[in-house]
């Protein structure tokens, strides 16, 4: 099974901007659905944002939507997250996930995840 690597996480201020990157590599990706999940020390694991397989539809967490944005390259089979404005309490890892039964919000619908990348956000 294809992994899929999250890169793009460092420490950043404030209201910084920052972008993720998932590779995928692989024909799976053109069926998947496409996530981003965030995991704070002692919380617990909570969607930011889902592109579908044909990126025509999007979700979001309500307090990312206007500053963050998804997307997918399919010729690079990459998705993308850029994140705007960045917030301290949104320090966290960062997951990019895979799902095969539609866009959805939920971890337990995704089947394949990364290793995650660390954001840091100072005040």
């Known amino acids: 099974q294809a992994r899929l690597t999250e890169s793009g996480g460092r420490s950043v201020q404030t209201g910084d901007s920052l972008k993720l990157t998932c590779a995928y590599p692989g024909r799976a990706f053109t069926l998947a659905a496409m996530g981003w999940f965030r995991q704070a020390p002692g919380k617990e694991l909570e969607f930011v944002a889902a592109?579908?397989?044909?990126?025509?539809?999007?979700k979001y967490l309500d307090s990312v939507e206007d500053r963050f944005t998804i997307s997918r390259d399919s010729g690079k089979n990459m998705v993308l997250l850029q994140m705007n404005s960045l917030k301290p309490e949104e320090t966290a890892t960062y997951y990019c996930?895979?799902?095969?039964?539609?866009?959805?919000?939920?971890?337990?619908?995704?089947?394949?995840w990364g290793q995650g990348t660390q954001v840091t956000v100072s005040s």
């Open positions: 996930a895979a799902a095969f039964t539609g866009i959805s919000n939920t971890p337990d619908k995704f089947e394949s």
């Open positions: 592109i579908s397989w044909d990126g025509s539809t999007v």
